[in-house]
Structures are given as C-alpha cells and as structure tokens.
C-alpha cells in the first residue's frame, strides 16, 4: 500500500467552478498534512497546511482533514486558469511524505 | 530573503563521472532537505539535516550517492559514480518550523 495515495488526473474543471483534490494516507499516526502547489517546471509551493480534524479555509482555499478516514482534501473555490498546476498532498509524522501529485486543468 | 538556493541549475555530465548539487538554505532555518522527483516516483526525500547533523538518510538510493552539510549555510549531495538512471530534478527544502521553502532545484542528465 502506497503511503500517500493521489489521482493523478488530470482532473478538468471550468473556470469559475470548484476543484475538489482527494488525498489518502496508510500511517495513522500522522500529525500533520500539506497541500503544495507545483507549476511545471518550478518547484513545489505550500498553500495549505492543517493539523487536526475538520475544515480550514485561507482565501478561495480550503482544506479538509478527516483523520478516521485518513482522508484529506483541497477545495479550490472560483477555479482559475492560474490555478492550473499539479498539487501534491504532504503527511508528516515523523518526516514529509509526497503523494505523486493530481494534475488540475482549469478549462477557460 | 533570497530563498533557496540551488546551483547549478542544469546538469548534464556522462555515465560514470562524479555530479555534485550544492544548497544554500534560509538564514535561520534548522532543517534542511534533499528531494528527488521524477515523473515515475514523484517527490521522494532523500535524506534531511536537523542544525547540520544528518537524522534520516533512508531515502538515500545507494552508497552512490552522499550528503554533508559543513556549516548552517550550505550543504552538497554528491552522486559518485553516475548513471543514466540518477536523471532527475533535485530539490534542496529548508525549514524553521512545519512550512518547508523549496529551491528552483537541479535538472541532472545522465548520458
């Protein structure tokens, strides 16, 4: 079993609409949890980052944590072109663990 | 802050010969990482540095490959010899607390 599991997509939204990214992780042990945005050809940048169960919203972002489930998500409201990119989920316990990435293109 | 920096940027040498990456982190950041990505593996860690002493090197492929960091300000990885299958994008990461800042990394070729 992967640790980090992602769809790798791509996943295609309209541009206005609401991407919704999964994320699941096998170590129940793990505290923390990260959403980085990667741009091809760039390096990863971290837009959301949560700790404990439940909803935590940054701007059009919002990231969901259901520890049970050993679920994560990233909401992206009002989708734009911008933010088309691979976002990549992150599981810390004691070091970062990378999901592959779900590819996001949001069709204008 | 100028970020992360990474040097060089691109790198292409033949089979055999010996690559070094070299990572400037952020003044003050404790932690220090090494990444490789690739298209079939993803994002993988290599090995991390906590105030200089390396803490996990369990991502590190073979004896091939080593890291040190001399000083908080500047840490190599060294590949010893290269093969084709060590293309990849090298990423150094530096952190104070859980957010990690990533450099531009480093394309390696390995003819």
């Known amino acids: 079993q992967k640790e980090v599991e992602q769809n790798s997509g791509p996943l295609s939204v309209p541009e206005g609409a609401i991407a919704s990214l999964n994320c699941t992780y096998s170590?129940?042990?793990?505290?923390?949890f990260f959403w980085y945005r990667q741009y091809s050809g760039k390096s990863p940048e971290l837009i959301m980052s949560?700790?404990?169960?439940g909803d935590k919203e940054d701007g059009r972002f919002t990231a969901q944590l259901n520890k049970a489930s050993q679920y994560v998500s990233l909401l992206i409201r009002d989708s734009q072109p911008s933010d088309s990119a691979t976002y990549l989920c992150?599981?810390?316990?004691?070091?970062?663990?990378f999901g592959k990435g779900t590819r996001l293109h949001i069709l204008p | 802050d100028a970020g992360v920096i990474q040097s060089p940027r691109h790198e292409v040498t033949e089979m055999g010969q010996e690559v070094t990456l070299r990572c400037k982190p952020i003044?003050?950041?404790?932690?220090l990482f090494w990444y490789r990505q690739t298209m079939m593996r993803g994002l993988e860690l290599l090995i991390y540095?906590?105030?200089?002493?390396?803490?996990?090197d369990s991502g590190m492929p073979e004896d091939r490959f080593s890291a040190k960091m001399p000083n908080a300000s500047f840490s190599t990885l060294k590949i010893q010899p290269s093969e084709p299958r060590d293309s990849a994008v090298y990423f150094c990461?530096?952190?104070?607390?859980?957010?990690?800042?990533f450099g531009p990394g480093t394309r390696l070729t390995v003819l």
């Open positions: 990461a530096s952190s104070l607390a859980n957010e990690q800042f």
């Open positions: 170590d129940r042990g793990s505290q923390s």
């Open positions: 949560i700790y404990s169960n």
């Open positions: 992150a599981v810390r316990r004691d070091k970062i663990i």
């Open positions: 003044s003050g950041h404790d932690y």
């Open positions: 540095f906590n105030n200089n002493v390396p803490i996990d």
